[in-house]
């Protein structure tokens, strides 16, 4: 028979903690029962408990009932990781992997003007812990390369703080089984990690350009697109490099063909940051293509354009080579 949530949540709190078996298991059906979450109006019958044995045990209890396949609800789940996330960073703070900012100031020897303008620029990130921000002790390494490790933050900024955090300090497989910070010092080691970090960014942003039969200003909902094409590209390149890259290099593709031929189709770019619900739109272009000419008309766009209307002259083929065609025409732009 299949332990239940409560079979075991009250074995991994025994296997954790001293705590009498009546007193665990009023504990884990009073969390159980109100969102994975102590009620506060409770939270004085267990007063000889601290905060962070409650928390641990509120975390216990989630993963329990998922490791026995019951529904704990997305939310609930987002909330769990969220506060194992604070507990992570509340123990860096303790053990000093983040300081305040007049620490980490003193440790750069940098004037508050002069930290701002590395905060600006990405040279130099903060954590938020409880509503103060804390910089990584690691970026004041006394050892490092300040200058290249600054310069690696800067390639990491398509990545939230604490994703930059773990891929600085932690060993990666995919620089060889060491640390980037370990890599600072040597030149050829140094352009390696550029290489790496470049490619680990681009993939906390991705670049869709979509196709839709007919002239539209939005996406039309409840219509399938005829063609769409998404790449993994660092957000800060221009738009219609990421929008080329998206139909080039085939990261994905749908469908795979054969596509029917161009005649009117709207053509929009747009791009979603990882852990984002909804995507950015960037661009809306109305092609309409005949056998010897291509006419575009851009309805918006989030860059600057010098022709709000074109004309090309190409001969038509499927919609997949007519919006390569148009998307190459503003690159050379």
């Not at 030149?187 to 670049?207: C, F, G, I, P, V």
């Not at 996406?219 to 998206?246: C, F, H, K, N, Q």
Request: proline residues 7%; charged residues 30%; contains cysteine.
């Amino acid at each position: 028979m299949t332990d239940s949530g409560w079979d075991i949540a009250m074995s991994n709190i025994d296997a954790e903690y001293d705590i009498p078996q009546f007193v665990a298991s009023s504990l884990v059906h009073k969390i159980a029962a109100s969102g994975f979450r102590l009620p506060a109006a409770d939270r004085g019958k267990f007063e000889r408990l601290p905060d962070d044995v409650i928390a641990r045990i509120e975390h216990i209890v989630v993963e329990a009932y998922l490791e026995a396949g019951e529904d704990v609800g997305e939310e609930i789940l987002r909330e769990d990781l969220w506060q194992q996330a604070l507990i992570s960073r509340r123990d860096m703070v303790a053990n000093g992997e983040l300081v305040p900012e007049d620490s980490f100031r003193e440790r750069l020897g940098v004037t508050p003007r002069r930290l701002s303008k590395l905060l600006t620029d990405g040279s130099v990130f903060t954590m938020l812990v409880d509503n103060v921000e804390y910089y990584p002790a690691l970026l004041a390494d006394p050892v490092a390369d300040r200058k290249r490790l600054q310069a690696i933050c800067r390639i990491l900024i398509p990545a939230p703080p604490d994703a930059r955090f773990d891929y600085l300090s932690s060993r990666r497989g995919s620089l060889g089984g060491v640390r980037p910070t370990d890599m600072l010092n040597n030149d050829s080691d140094y352009e390696k990690l550029r290489r790496m970090a470049r490619a680990w960014a681009a993939e906390w942003s991705r670049t869709a350009v979509k196709l839709f039969e007919g002239e539209h200003d939005n996406e039309p909902g409840g219509a399938d697109p005829l063609y769409t094409a998404i790449a993994e590209v660092d957000p800060r390149r221009p738009l219609w490099e990421r929008a080329s890259e998206a139909l080039h290099v085939h990261g994905y593709e749908w469908p795979l063909g054969p596509y029917p031929e161009a005649r009117t189709f709207t053509l929009f770019v747009e791009r979603q940051a990882v852990g984002d619900s909804t995507p950015t739109p960037e661009a809306c272009i109305q092609v309409s293509a005949s056998d010897d000419f291509i006419r575009v008309r851009v309805r918006h766009c989030v860059e600057t354009v010098p022709e709000s209307q074109a004309t090309l002259p190409a001969k038509s083929k499927t919609v997949v080579d007519v919006a390569k065609k148009v998307i190459a025409h503003f690159c050379k732009r």
